[in-house]
T-cell receptor, first 111, second 111 residues
Framework: KNEVEQSPQNLTAQEGEFITINCSYSVGISALHWLQQHPGGGIVSLFMLSSGKKKHGRLIATINIQEKHSSLHITASHPRDSAVYICAVRSAGDSNYQLIWGAGTKLIIKP | SQTIHQWPATLVQPVGSPLSLECTVEGTSNPNLYWYRQAAGRGLQLLFYSVGIGQISSEVPQNLSASRPQDRQFILSSKKLLLSDSGFYLC??????????FGNGTRLTVT
């Protein structure tokens, strides 16, 4: 079993829909990252969080440390949100900031 | 904020030829630096990371090597490329306790 599991693996939705991508992990962590990889390959860091909730525009990330679970939400989804969304965690006590990566969720938003 | 320069953007090399990919970082000092590879349709695989000049840790045994001759310069090399070295190579920077920042990547095709 992978230490970081994402679901769903693939998600297709219509423009305007509310999107939820889930990430579960099995190790103690000091931080969790959500990243977005565009079709061209570039990767952008969306959020880094260790507790609670963060919001940036139409994106919301939440984390429940006790349940070892995080969600990424997209409100009013748009075709430009189509990308692979990746969850990654930093193990607690890791001084080198290495990340354990999820396999990614491929999101397609249809107009 | 940090800027990562990575070049070239694409590269086609014959089997057995050498490789040198360079990554430079602006806007921060003494960052952790990472080389990742992504095979087609796969997740990110950490190849090397560095916490300081001359300090390189290898995650995966292979015919690649990395060097950090200066604080903000990270180089990925190979003496003889294999077909299996084809992939998308990403340099990343992680100032202490901050989100990862990625370069735009180099798409390497070994023929």
């Amino acid at each position: 079993k992978n230490e970081v599991e994402q679901s769903p693996q693939n998600l297709t939705a219509q423009e305007g829909e509310f999107i939820t991508i889930n990430c579960s992990y099995s190790v103690g962590i000091s931080a969790l990252h959500w990243l977005q990889q565009h079709p061209g390959g570039g990767i952008v860091s969306l959020f880094m969080l260790s507790s609670g909730k963060k919001k940036h525009g139409r994106l919301i990330a939440t984390i429940n440390i006790q349940e070892k679970h995080s969600s990424l939400h997209i409100t009013a989804s748009h075709p430009r949100d189509s990308a692979v969304y990746i969850c990654a965690v930093r193990s607690a006590g890791d001084s080198n900031y290495q990340l354990i990566w999820g396999a990614g969720t491929k999101l397609i938003i249809k107009p | 904020s940090q800027t990562i320069h990575q070049w070239p953007a694409t590269l086609v090399q014959p089997v057995g030829s050498p490789l040198s990919l360079e990554c430079t970082v602006e806007g921060t000092s003494n960052p952790n630096l990472y080389w990742y590879r992504q095979a087609a349709g796969r997740g990110l695989q950490l190849l090397f990371y560095s916490v300081g000049i001359g300090q390189i840790s290898s995650e995966v045994p292979q015919n690649l090597s990395a060097s950090r001759p200066q604080d903000r310069q990270f180089i990925l090399s190979s003496k003889k490329l294999l077909l299996s070295d084809s992939g998308f190579y990403l340099c990343a920077c992680n100032p202490r306790a901050s989100p990862l920042h990625f370069g735009n990547g180099t798409r390497l095709t070994v023929t």
